[in-house]
């Protein structure tokens, strides 16, 4: 089998690469720096060179893990359209040229295949100053519904992975933010912040998952299933206060 992941050069898409490799299979990284193949997804001419590249080299992959992503933030009364658009170029019509890319490629062989795209707990869930970023990962929920339409008469499965808060080069330094990943911590069912490899375990599983297709699972820990209104956590707030 051969693997395209787009963004393997660090985080998410790294740990990827590195358990299907472990597994065998053939990964070509498609990264902006980094990778096997220097590609820009947001760029479609960038995008056709690559998908030219890998099967010229490695012949139509069979899986696509769409990684690659940017993060964002900006309230939406200040945030200038330039910052907009480039957010949505990457994560969103990024994911759309790799997905189309990898597609055509699989249907021009008659092959079938498996896609999975890297979506967010962030597109169903509403973060303030996040605006952009939040709206590029719910297009790509939809769009993995849309494209399993489409192309499952060719064999071609489409999901999505949405992480939760996840430790990558992407999310910094958190503990600069002081009691934020305290607060994270004690909302996530599972009791911490995801590691790439979470996530990781994750994609790879719904890559083989035979008779799935236009879903996204959330790989979060649970934390998507926190209500803000968690009167009950705040009466244990409350408790943990005073007997201090």
Same mark, same amino acid.
């Given at each position: 089998?051969?693997?395209?992941?787009?963004?393997?050069?660090?985080?998410?898409?790294?740990?990827?690469?590195?358990?299907?490799?472990?597994?065998?299979?053939?990964?070509?990284?498609?990264?902006?720096?980094?990778?096997?193949?220097?590609?820009?997804?947001?760029?479609?001419?960038?995008?056709?060179?690559?998908?030219?590249?890998?099967?010229?080299?490695?012949?139509?992959?069979?899986?696509?893990?769409?990684?690659?992503?940017?993060?964002?933030?900006? $309230?939406?009364?200040?945030? *200038?359209?330039? &910052?907009?658009?480039?957010? +949505?170029?990457?994560? #969103?019509?990024?994911? @759309?040229? =790799?997905?189309?890319?990898?597609?055509?490629?699989?249907?021009?062989?008659?092959?079938?295949?498996?896609?999975?795209?890297?979506?967010?707990?962030?597109?169903?869930?509403?973060?303030?100053?996040?605006?952009?970023?939040?709206?590029?990962?719910?297009?790509?929920?939809?769009?993995?519904?849309?494209?399993?339409?489409?192309?499952?008469?060719?064999?071609?499965?489409?999901?999505?992975?949405?992480?939760?808060?996840?430790?990558?080069?992407?999310?910094?330094?958190?503990?600069?933010?002081?009691?934020?990943?305290?607060?994270?911590?004690?909302?996530?069912? $599972?009791?911490?912040?995801? *590691?790439?490899? &979470?996530?990781?375990?994750? +994609?790879?599983?719904? #890559?083989?998952?035979? @008779?799935? =297709?236009?879903?996204?699972?959330?790989?979060?820990?649970?934390?998507?299933?926190?209500?803000?209104?968690?009167?009950?956590?705040?009466?244990?707030?409350?408790?943990?206060?005073?007997?201090?």
């Amino acid at each position: 089998m051969t693997a395209i992941v787009t963004g393997g050069g660090s985080g998410i898409g790294l740990a990827v690469a590195e358990r299907l490799r472990a597994g065998g299979q053939t990964v070509v990284v498609w990264d902006v720096k980094g990778g096997d193949i220097d590609c820009d997804i947001s760029d479609s001419d960038s995008v056709t060179a690559a998908i030219g590249r890998t099967v010229g080299s490695h012949g139509v992959p069979d899986r696509l893990v769409a990684c690659a992503g940017i993060g964002a933030s900006g $309230l939406l009364l200040d945030q *200038e359209p330039v &910052d907009w658009q480039r957010v +949505i170029n990457t994560n #969103l019509t990024g994911t @759309w040229l =790799t997905m189309r890319a990898a597609a055509q490629a699989m249907i021009d062989q008659g092959s079938g295949g498996s896609i999975v795209a890297v979506s967010s707990i962030s597109g169903t869930l509403a973060d303030r100053d996040m605006g952009a970023y939040c709206v590029s990962k719910a297009g790509i929920d939809m769009l993995v519904r849309v494209a399993a339409q489409e192309w499952g008469g060719h064999g071609i499965r489409v999901n999505a992975v949405g992480p939760g808060v996840t430790r990558t080069p992407m999310l910094a330094s958190p503990e600069q933010l002081p009691g934020w990943v305290d607060g994270l911590t004690e909302r996530t069912p $599972l009791g911490r912040l995801g *590691e790439a490899d &979470d996530i990781a375990e994750a +994609i790879v599983a719904v #890559l083989e998952l035979s @008779w799935v =297709t236009g879903q996204t699972v959330f790989a979060d820990g649970g934390l998507a299933l926190h209500s803000p209104i968690d009167s009950y956590g705040q009466v244990q707030r409350v408790i943990a206060r005073r007997a201090r």
